[in-house]
T-cell receptor, first 115, second 113 residues
Framework: KAGVTQTPRYLIKTRGQQVTLSCSPI?????VSWYQQTPGQGLQFLFE???????NKGNFPGRFSGRQFSNSRSEMNVSTLELGDSALYLC??????????????FGSGTQLSVL | GNSVTQMEGPVTLSEEAFLTINCTYT??????LFWYVQYPGEGLQLLLK?????DKGSNKGFEATYRKETTSFHLEKGSVQVSDSAVYFC????????????FGKGTTLSVSS
């Protein structure tokens, strides 16, 4: 069974640009969550999508957005990039039957560098 | 709000040494608790979990017990190996449907032979 796939693996952008990251969950998983990982702040929750609907959202500005498609694949978009957006962006999928103790399966992440 | 505090690293040990990584939490209700591990260049993997008080999660020689009276979920291993070198994250599950986890800052473990 293929794991969670994130593309691209590395990305370099300049301030003011926008970027789209992609995540393909494990087959059959309906929930996709996104996390931002930085050395200073650690792992912070961005948002979670379940059946194409945003079910939960973290405390990030509106420049961070996402969506989920009917095949459960998800994209996140960051507009008007700032230097502080440089981070490893991790996607995680789960079956998400509504329980809170489900195991999350993480991808290897997209390393975004903003210059 | 809910939060997780774990000991700062790095933790440097010799092979076969005993490992403890402390984790305490603040939460309302009865959250689930997790330990995730991140090897270099990879995403996080679930190491173990506990869903209620006094539950003990265990995997690959690692153990952690959900202690509600001390709001703790310390990670232990009796004899570490070089291959255990990684970053370890304690995490708290949400109280509502959905999978928003609150992570600690992570503890880097380095094991030398």
């Amino acid at each position: 069974k293929a794991g969670v796939t994130q593309t691209p693996r590395y990305l370099i952008k300049t301030r003011g640009q926008q970027v789209t990251l992609s995540c393909s969950p494990i087959s059959g998983h309906r929930s996709v969550s996104w996390y931002q990982q930085t050395p200073g702040q650690g792992l912070q929750f961005l948002f979670e999508y379940f059946s194409e609907t945003q079910r939960n959202k973290g405390n990030f500005p509106g420049r961070f957005s996402g969506r989920q498609f009917s095949n459960s694949r998800s994209e996140m978009n960051v507009s008007t990039l700032e230097l502080g957006d440089s981070a490893l962006y991790l996607c995680a999928s789960s079956l998400a039957g509504g329980r809170t103790n489900e195991k999350l399966f993480f991808g290897s992440g997209t390393q975004l560098s903003v210059l | 709000g809910n939060s997780v505090t774990q000991m700062e690293g790095p933790v440097t040990l010799s092979e076969e040494a005993f490992l403890t990584i402390n984790c305490t939490y603040t939460a309302t209700g009865y959250p689930s608790l997790f330990w995730y591990v991140q090897y270099p260049g990879e995403g996080l993997q679930l190491l173990l979990k506990a869903t209620k008080a006094d539950d003990k999660g265990s995997n690959k020689g690692f153990e952690a017990t959900y202690r509600k009276e001390t709001t703790s979920f310390h990670l232990e291993k009796g004899s570490v190996q070089v291959s255990d070198s990684a970053v370890y994250f304690c995490a708290l599950g949400g109280s509502q449907a959905g999978t928003a986890l609150i992570f600690g800052k992570g503890t880097t473990l380095s094991v030398s032979s």
